[in-house]
């Protein structure tokens, strides 16, 4: 294999995090070629001098000062860039072969986009890109000829567990059904008027896995796994009716494929997203990741339930807005992005969450999408509403 050049939009995260530990691994194949970061950028600074990038990339000129000046000190070449238009650039930049699309929410949309622009191998963390544009998006990829690679670990296991096309629907690949596990989050065994209570902190205290602040929230409310049943969607062309949500509590199964003909396949694994990260970044070949085998014996069981509809109401409000279509995974998914901050800032209550995600869906009418002013628009329009909604309640 020759030395593929890695950028990592949102190094600084969980996922990003996760994966220089695994190109750290392998030196020989891949080299880094951008990091950015919007925030802790003095850890930002220790990742360009570990892994020594082309550029990198912040979020204002303050901070690439900063960073620049701190990075001359210690001799590096690294260039440092700032804004939204230079995470654009850095991501279609033509040294680069692969884009690890890891910034958290609607912020990563564009730069996303614009790696698949360039035809890139992509490496899509970012689920928020692909529910806001998903049309939009998948157009792109086919249009550019980039390969786009699932990390979020459910679709990185249906693509493994997948026939190798399924652009012409999931029934001429054979396949019946989607089954998309779900942990349940930490609040799944609370009694529901016990949820009221729930403050950030435990919130974010997920059982099996450690991420990101949004994200955390949203396994616990599991808007997390309606925005996984719109990835899913257009990831392999299916319907929401085609796919099935199941909360299996021990994550070791990442999710499954039910054929036709009564066969089952899943990729099970520890939860640790080395494991996606790894296998996208060396597909159609396999790599280490530094993830411990997998001990089914200490696991001992697995366990399945369907998910409770009155305790995890983001669920349905997931598969509303993939059935309206337009612009309704947009106008949710930015009012679910105000409604986690406003719940982390300890504005509303865990419970407001859905209360107000119901609101604005129903407030925004759908509207066709062909462009993505529109999809932006959306968003806008979305975080309006979101926050009028907020005026209202507070
Ligand atoms: P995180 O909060 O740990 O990291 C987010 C990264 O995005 C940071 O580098 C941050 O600096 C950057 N960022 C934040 N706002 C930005 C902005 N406005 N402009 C540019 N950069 C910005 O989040 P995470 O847990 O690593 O998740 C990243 C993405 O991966 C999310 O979309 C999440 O849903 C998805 N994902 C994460 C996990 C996980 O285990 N953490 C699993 C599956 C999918
Ligand atoms: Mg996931």
Redesign the pocket.
Known sequence: MSLQQVTV????????LSTLDVLARHPESYQVHAL?????IELLAELCVRHRPVCAVV?VSEQADWLQARLQRDGLATRVLWG?QA?CEVAADPRSDTVMA????A??LEPTLAAVMAGKRVLL????ALVMGGALFMQAVREHDALLLP???EHNAIFQCMPPTTHAGLARAGVRRILLTASGGPFRDWPLEQLATVTPEQACAHPN???????SV?SATMM?KGLELIEACWLFDATPDQVEVLVHPQSVIHSLVDYVDGSVLAQLGNPD?RTPIAHALAWPERIDSGVSPLDLLAVSRLDFRAPDPERFPCLDLARQAMHAGGTACAVLNAANEVAVEAFLQQRIGFVEIAELNAAVLNSLPAEPVTDLHQVLDADRRSRQSARDWLGRHH
């Open positions: 939009l949102g190094a600084t995260g969980s996922i990003g950015t970061g919007h925030s802790r979020g939204a995470l890891a910034i958290v929410g912020a990563g963390a970012n689920k928020e990390i979020d670990s896995w450690s991420m990101g602040r949004k994200i949203d997390n997203m």
